[in-house]
Structures are given as C-alpha cells and as structure tokens.
C-alpha cells in the first residue's frame, strides 16, 4: 500500500487500468470531465464505454442523444455511452443468475424491487459496482471494453459506493453476493483494474474537499488517486498585462483587478493541490460555443497535452 | 428584496444542485436575519471546514451562537445524520424497549442510511424540531447537495409510502387476518421471493431484515403521522423555499427544472439567486488594441451573454426582477465572519 508522503507523489495512473473512476464535489464538472476522458481513450484507439452511475441521465441532455439507458449506444468510433441505475444493474444481474425471467418478472418487478433496493443496505451499491466489474470478473453479460470510465457520484456518495461491499461482506456472509463483494474489494484497490480521477475547481472551498475526498479515497483504495484542476480561467496572459491596467485608471481596470485576483486565487489553489500530487493537470474553461461531443473533445484536447507534458 | 422575505416567513429553505454555492449563501442570510434584530438558526449542511471554523462550529449537532446585532442574534448547527435518525426512532417510539430493538438490529445502520433519503429526510426532521421545540424566530435550512434538487421534495413521500408498500407486507406476518385474494397470492410469491433472495444473500441477511420490519411496524403510525406534519411544514404559508443557481448552463436548466415542479406541488418559492454572474457592466469602445486583457474580456462576455438567455427565462418564470437576484462573481476567500458579512452585503444591495 503506497502511504501518502510528500509532492514527490506521483498518481498511479496505470495504462493498464480497465475503470477510470471520477468523482469530486457535487458541481464541478465531473460529467464533462468524464466524457473528456472517454473521448481521449476513444480517440487513441480504445473501445471504450463511458458511463454515467444516475437515477436520472445527465448525458442525455449533454449529448443530445435520447436513446441513451441502461444499454450502451453509440456516440461515435470506439465510443459508447451508458446510464445505470441500480435497480437495472439488479435485474440484469439477478435475471443471469436466476435465469428465470419468466420468475424474476413476476415477483421481482418495478415498484417491489426498487422499494427493496432501498431498504436492503448495500444492495444498491453492490449492483452497480457488480455489474461495472463484470467484464473483468467473467461474469454476466457481456461487457468487454477496454476502457471503462465512470461519471461517479460525488465524493461522499463515491466513498460510501466503494466502501460497501468490505462492510456489506459482514452482513452477507454466504451466498453468491457475498463472494462478489469480496471479490469486487480486491478489484477497488488493483491498479490493473480501477484508477481513480478527483476532480477540483481552482478555488478554496472545492479544493479543501479534494483534498480530503483523496485522503478518504487513498485509504480505502490503497491507491494514490490523481487529481484534476477543471475550468481553469485561460487568464494567465491577460493577467500580466492587467497588473498595469489596474494602476493606470484605464477603462477596463477593474476587470484587470478581477482578472489579477482570480489568478491569485487559482494559483493558490493549484500549489495546494500540487502538496499532494507533484502532476496535476488542468481543464481550461472553454469559452468557445460548445456543445457535446465537441466539448468533451476539447477539452480532451487539454487533457493529452498537459497528461504527456512534464510537470 | 432579501429582508422582505425573511420578514413574511419563519422557515427558509435553500435549495438547488451542488456545488452553487448553498451553504455560503444560507449562512449569508442568515447572517442578516440576525442583523434585522431575529433570534435566527441557520442549520447547515457538511459545510467547508473553512465554514465550520468562520462560524465558530466545533461539534456535529451543538448549536452555537455565532453573532450578536443587538437584539438579533445568529445560531447555527451542523446536522449530524446519525443522531438525528436515532432521535426519530426514539420520538416515534412507544417506549425504550420498542426504540432499542430498532437501534440494535445490524442492519439499522446502512438502513438508516438509505431508508427514506438518509441526509434529505433526517434534514427535514431536524427543521421539525427546531421549529417545535427550540423557539427561534427564523430558520434557516440548508440542503444537501443532491445530484437533482427533487430528491430533497421526495423525501416525506418516500418515508411515508414504504409503510404501504407490497415489499414491507412480505416480512410481516400478520396472525389471525383474513387474507384477501390478492394477499394470498402474494404470500405465495414471497415464499418463492425468498428462495432466490436466501440464495442470493444468505440466511442471515434475510432474518436481519425480517427482524428490522418487524421492529419498524410498532412505530409505523407515528412515522405516518410525522412525515405527515413535515409535509404540511413544507406547504405552510411561514415556509418559503428560495432556490439558489449558478451561472452555470446546468445548473441554470435544473433550477428551471426544480422551479417548475416547487410551482406544481404548491411549494412557495420567495426569491432565486443566481450566483457567479457576470461581475462588470458591458463597456463599449475599444480600449486596449489587440491586447490579451481586452481578448479575455470580450471572451467572457461572450461565455456569459450565452448563459445570460437561460439566466433571464428563469427570472422571468420566477416573478421577474423582484424575484431574482444575480450575484456577482467577485472573487474571495470565506476565511471568517467578515468575509461572509461581504456576501451578505451583495444579498443586501442586490
């Protein structure tokens, strides 16, 4: 287990790892960033699945694209897109092992076992994280990509989804479920398998919380998760031209105030987050009108560049 | 516009998604509820520790006293979910041994968490009390973060609707009723429901979850009768919500979204802020001649006119500029009480 030392740290980002997590605080842009990610393996080659852990689809609305649920579509070359929520990862998994539809129908369906999912601790979670390590797990239908990346909840909902199976594993001892979740826990802390992406805003408040989710995300995954700077203020430029502006009563001056404080404060946040991980990469704010799949490509544009560039 | 509100109601709701900026907001209010001379609690959500220590916070579920403004004076509390559920337990309880068999079942924890919305329920409890019990003129809720600002309406109904649901009748075993037609098909079901669940989880999960809902029946009734009075909480003419957003295209559409379905449960909504607006009046001319400064400006105008038309239809579903208060996105730290007394003033002069 690598223990979190110094800003030597590296992230373990493994080439190798089958599921890319992203998380961070609730309305960062972890969407967005997700999708980044998916066209970037998409576009070096990778079959990959881009998928969205929601009772109700975000990416729907982002990509346009009504037919998006439970059953990956296509976005694009080597690019699907998914929308899971518990209650279907159930079913698809409880059907293949019962393989009675015909039984699961009838006892099993809509408003009985969405009502079960919420009251059986664990359940809901061990669903979903189920059916996300399939594939690898050789179990269920099939699920073969080569890149998983997973829009997560946020941080403290992200948390409690990996941490289920260890403490569900006390409470479901015997029975197929419980050798899943044993299973499913060793997979959480295999760099071959799960790699973990924390997405932070250039700003106080969000980074406190990465920087605590990533404390409580090392320790249950006994990885080093990276962490990510996501609209970044593109005002680096414009911020040494406006030192002047401000003092010369210029018409535009108190914008150059704006802009010098706003870099003060991004790069404070940045030199805290650079104490964990010496790499940390960062999304600009796209300013162009884009949409979609335009803008995750964009913005997957940012992400090889600064990725393959030393820090 | 802000003081307005706070007089004509008790209870302020702050609702929206995460990460608009809520809890800043809500402990802003109610900082100026304080000023306008109110004894004022502001019940807060899993703040920022920077949050915690500016409002003095230094233990989940202690109120403490953070301001003084003469005769107003400004509280707040941190919401401990735990304890907030075992409280509930206890309340809706018959007697001790009832609420102990409830609290000691293995599965009570995570149930306690998922059961009925977990952070959204056990907030709305917390509003209850402090509205029955602890005599504060104003109150102030702030609202867990939910992917979807919906989840925080449906709490009451879920918690409400589980003791009529088809999946509690299976583990109770009602002695000496005369079962139905339709009951007696499904105790059929159950018994082959259970076969695949005992061979999906293992026996021990299934009497620990019979166990729980069998505990749970007892306090049944007053669990009815409680969400019941939350709801009606909700709906009162003393309660308003106010929805906060941000300039953002997302957020902008959930608060849409969100406003629409408050209007149709009849939920008042007093006041919108939108938060991070555009901080400058658009200048006009050309100052600076190709310059990087100039560039960015003119790139940020046009970032923010495009959000400006989501912005303005939300105003105007939302009763106009007498409704809606765009906050500037001026950039500052929340370090103490003098930073968020900074914010307060945008509310103020809004």
Redesign the interface.
Same mark, same amino acid.
């Given at each position: 287990m690598q223990t979190p030392r110094s800003s030597e740290q590296t992230a373990n980002e493994s080439q190798d790892a089958r599921i890319t997590m992203v998380s961070g605080k609730g309305g960062v842009g972890k969407s967005a960033v997700a999708a980044a990610y998916a066209c970037r393996y998409a576009g070096e080659g990778k079959r990959t699945l881009l998928v969205e852990f929601a009772e109700e689809s975000f990416y729907r609305r982002f990509f346009s694209e009504g037919a998006i649920g439970f059953e990956p579509v296509s976005l694009g070359p080597n690019l699907d897109v998914a929308s899971w929520d518990s209650e279907s990862c159930l079913r698809d998994y409880v059907v293949h092992l019962v393989k009675l539809e015909r039984i699961y129908k009838l006892f099993f369906e809509n408003r009985v076992m969405s009502r079960f999912i919420e009251v059986a601790p664990g359940l809901r979670e061990l669903s979903l994280l189920g059916k996300l390590t399939s594939g690898i797990r050789k179990v269920g239908p099939k699920l073969d990509y080569d890149k998983i990346v997973v829009d997560s909840f946020s941080t403290g909902h992200t948390l409690s989804l990996l941490r289920a199976p260890s403490s569900l594993n006390q409470a479901i001892q015997k029975g197929p479920m419980g050798v899943q979740s044993r299973d499913i826990t060793t997979l959480i802390r295999d760099p071959k398998a799960f790699e973990y992406k924390i997405v932070s805003l250039p700003e106080d408040l969000p980074v406190s919380e990465a920087i605590e989710f990533h404390s409580a995300l090392s320790e249950t995954t006994k990885q080093n998760p990276a962490l990510l700077m996501n609209k970044w203020l593109p005002s680096e430029k414009a911020s040494a031209q406006a030192i002047e502006i401000e003092k010369s009563g210029h018409e535009l001056s108190v914008f150059a105030q704006y802009v010098v404080q706003k870099n003060v404060i991004q790069t404070q946040a940045m030199n805290r987050l650079k104490k964990i991980n010496r790499n940390i990469p960062s999304v600009p704010l796209v300013l162009e009108k884009l949409r979609g799949l335009e803008l995750a490509n964009k913005m997957a544009e940012s992400l090889v560049s600064i990725e393959r560039g030393v820090d | 516009m802000i003081d307005e509100v706070i007089k004509n109601h008790q209870v302020l709701i702050f609702a929206g998604?995460?990460?608009?900026g809520k809890t800043t907001t809500s402990a802003a209010v109610g900082m100026r509820a304080a000023e306008l001379g109110f004894k004022t609690l502001v019940l807060t959500i /899993?703040p920022?520790?920077?949050?915690v220590s500016a409002l003095g916070l230094k233990e989940l579920n202690q109120t403490t006293k953070v301001a003084e403004f003469g005769k107003g004076e400004m509280f707040a509390s941190m919401i401990d979910y735990k304890s907030v559920f075992d409280d509930f337990v206890r309340s809706v309880s018959s007697n001790e041994k009832v609420a102990e068999r409830v609290l000691r079942n293995? *599965?009570y924890? &995570?149930?306690s968490? #998922?059961?009925a919305g977990s952070q959204e329920y056990t907030s709305l409890e917390r509003l209850y009390r402090a509205v029955e019990e602890e005599g504060f003129e104003k109150i102030i809720l702030d609202t867990p973060?939910? &992917?979807?600002a919906v989840d925080f309406l449906k709490a009451p109904q %879920?918690i409400y609707a589980?003791f009529d649901?088809?999946?509690?009748k299976w583990f109770i075993s009602k002695g000496g009723n005369d079962p139905n037609f339709v009951q007696k098909l499904f105790q059929k079901?159950t018994r082959?429901?259970l076969k &695949?669940l005992?061979?999906?989880?293992?026996? =021990?999960?299934i009497e #620990?979850?019979a166990d729980f809902f069998e505990s749970i029946e007892e306090l049944s009734q007053s669990i009815r009768e409680r969400s019941a009075s939350v709801q009606n909480l909700l709906s009162s003419k003393r309660t308003a919500f106010v929805l906060v957003t941000?300039f /953002?295209e997302? %957020?902008l559409?959930e608060a849409s979204g969100f406003n629409s379905l408050l209007k149709k449960y009849g939920y008042r909504v007093a006041m919108t802020i939108v938060n991070r607006a555009f901080?400058?009046q658009k200048?006009s001319?050309v100052?600076?001649e190709r310059?990087?400064?100039?560039?960015?400006?003119n &790139?940020?105008v046009?970032?923010y006119e =495009?959000r400006l038309e989501l912005a303005k239809s939300l105003r105007d579903s939302q009763g106009g500029e007498r409704a809606t208060l765009f906050v500037p996105d001026?950039?500052f730290? *929340?370090n103490d009480l003098s930073e968020l007394g900074i914010m307060k003033e945008r509310i103020v002069n809004g």
């Open positions: - | 998604t995460g990460g608009v /899993d920022a520790r920077r949050l293995p *599965l924890k &995570q149930l968490t #998922n059961l973060p939910s &992917q979807h %879920k589980l649901s088809s999946i509690f079901g082959m429901a &695949q005992e061979v999906l989880t293992g026996t =021990d999960f #620990n979850l941000s /953002d997302t %957020k559409e901080p400058f200048e001319g100052r600076v310059g990087e400064i100039e560039r960015l400006y &790139q940020l046009t970032y =495009d001026l950039p730290e *929340l």
